[in-house]
């Protein structure tokens, strides 16, 4: 048998040209504000099956998530900076809150016993004040309503928080758009993804109810969302329309920090003054 080197350089080429390019989809939403005049803003998800991009909306910034490396990026492009979060940072942040609880407590026992206690009873209403509610579970629950969104057949699932609606999705099924269920798991793994690293947050009882996943309800949808409503006290507050979905090759780089942007990390709270008794 007779082999030329023509047949493994084309090799070659298609084997580099398939890793520096991904196969996956983007999708353009559109969200109106429906308490400030109907405001509008834009923004673009691109997707893979362990990986996400969100650019625009109502901020400059980019959210990359990557679940290969259980790892979300927030970038600013304009002060070409991006902050990481992941189980390690999270860790960090919550060592650093002990850490500034032990520095005061440090502080107050060189104080008087009478200032001491009325500094501990200005601290305790003060703590009192900020302490959070926890949140109650997402629950979604189906309908036989129905409506016809983009020339798209959807259905209504309704989203509570308790006894409370939060929301609604109008979701169409897969068979009728050309994303599969498969393909749109990087959502409900990012809800885990949340879960998991922010649970430490939950124990401190001025965070955790203001430490919230954003997409605890996604591994709960059976379909592909086509508008998503926001309610407050029984009022829709937001309209979210997903549209112009399309397969799209990404390059490698789209899911990645670019080049020459500078990680920002927490500082450590300074280390109170102490004077000589």
């Known amino acids: 048998m007779f082999w030329t080197t023509k047949p493994l350089v084309a090799l070659a080429v298609i084997t580099t040209l398939n890793s520096a390019v991904l196969a996956g989809f983007t999708v353009d939403t559109k969200t109106t504000h429906l308490t400030d005049g109907e405001s509008t803003d834009t923004a673009k998800l691109s997707f893979e099956p362990d990986r996400l991009r969100i650019e625009g909306g109502a901020s400059a910034t980019i959210i990359i998530y990557r679940s290969d490396k259980q790892t979300l990026w927030n970038i600013h492009p304009d002060t070409k900076t991006y902050v990481e979060m992941n189980a390690s940072t999270v860790a960090e942040t919550t060592t650093r809150m002990k850490e500034a ?16 206690k009325n500094a501990e009873k200005l601290m305790a209403a003060m703590f009192a004040s900020q302490v959070q509610p926890s949140m109650p579970n997402v629950t979604i629950k189906t309908s036989n309503t129905t409506r016809t969104i983009q020339s798209l057949n959807c259905r209504l699932l309704e989203v509570f928080q308790g006894k409370t609606k939060t929301g609604e999705y109008w979701v169409t099924d897969w068979k009728n758009i050309p994303i599969s269920a498969s393909d749109f798991t990087i959502f409900s793994e990012m809800g885990t993804f949340f879960s998991k ?45 997903f549209q112009n979905i399309q397969k799209t090759a990404h390059p490698n780089t789209h899911f990645d920090v670019p080049k020459g942007y500078k990680k920002k990390t927490q500082k450590a ?9």
Request: zero cysteines; charged letters at 25%.
């Open 269 to 277: 709270a300074p280390k109170p003054h102490q004077k000589t008794p």
């Open 197 to 241: 690293i922010l649970a430490p947050l939950q124990n401190n009882p001025v965070l955790k109810g203001i430490v919230k996943n954003p997409y605890q309800a996604f591994d709960k949808i059976d379909g592909f969302p086509i508008l998503i409503r926001r309610l407050e006290d029984g009022k829709a507050v937001s309209e979210t329309h």
């Open 101 to 116: 609880m032990a520095r005061m407590d440090a502080q107050l026992s060189q104080l008087p016993p009478e200032r001491r």
